[in-house]
């Protein structure tokens, strides 16, 4: 079986998971919204400053909650789980293109949702759909493919994890907020795009790259 077959059976494991459990839309998406709601409060409701301030909130509470959507996949990732997919003869690349496409595709679902949330809540100007329709999957792949290296390098997640995954996302975090200011303010952001197209590549290469590496480091 190809290592494309693989990954493919994996990810179809992973998502009939959560369609079974609905964590990301039970649990996640309504506490990210939560925390959109409560800002307002902080800040006061000044509608000028909140349509301003709202597209960077959006992306803290990405970066945030998004840790908690990649860590959920790596953390069913147990030791007896790993231990069955090496008799099988999974190849470890597959496993992390498997957790880490699962992860992306839950992570693009949150943003949509708590998007909407952000844009009844906060009224912003948005702009350049079609750059925005290129930024979300960008910036859910990155996030996922390094929530699942942590995920990897912690052994299933934990306390650790998001400590690694938030300091290292920091260029997708500014690459995903340039480019909406940029939007904004009628500003090119093509090189905000390469920057997050450059992110997933070395992400993507790391991550398969390192695999095998981690799996036998973690048994």
Known sequence: ????????????????????TGEVIAVVIPFGSIALLVIPMAVGIETTL????????????????????????TASSTPSHRDALVLLGVDPAARFAATAAASALLLLLFEIGVGLVMIVL????????????????????????????????TDGGGALA????????????????????????????????????LVDVVLALAGVLTARLLEESSR
């Open 162 to 197: 998001p400590l690694l995954v938030a300091p290292l996302a920091i260029p997708i975090l500014l690459g995903a907020a340039q480019a909406t200011e940029g939007l904004r303010l009628g500003a090119g952001i093509l090189r905000w795009i390469l920057v997050l197209a």
């Open 1 to 20: 079986m190809t290592l494309w077959r693989q990954a493919a059976l994996l990810l179809g494991f992973q998502l009939r998971d959560e369609l079974r």
């Open 50 to 73: 909140l349509a301003r301030i709202g597209p960077g909130m959006y992306w803290a509470v990405v970066l945030l909650f998004g840790v908690v959507v990649t860590q959920r996949s």
């Open 122 to 153: 906060y009224d912003p100007v948005v702009v350049g759909w079609g750059w925005l329709a290129l930024v979300l999957p960008l910036v859910a792949i990155g996030l996922a493919m390094l929530g699942t290296i942590a995920g990897s390098v």
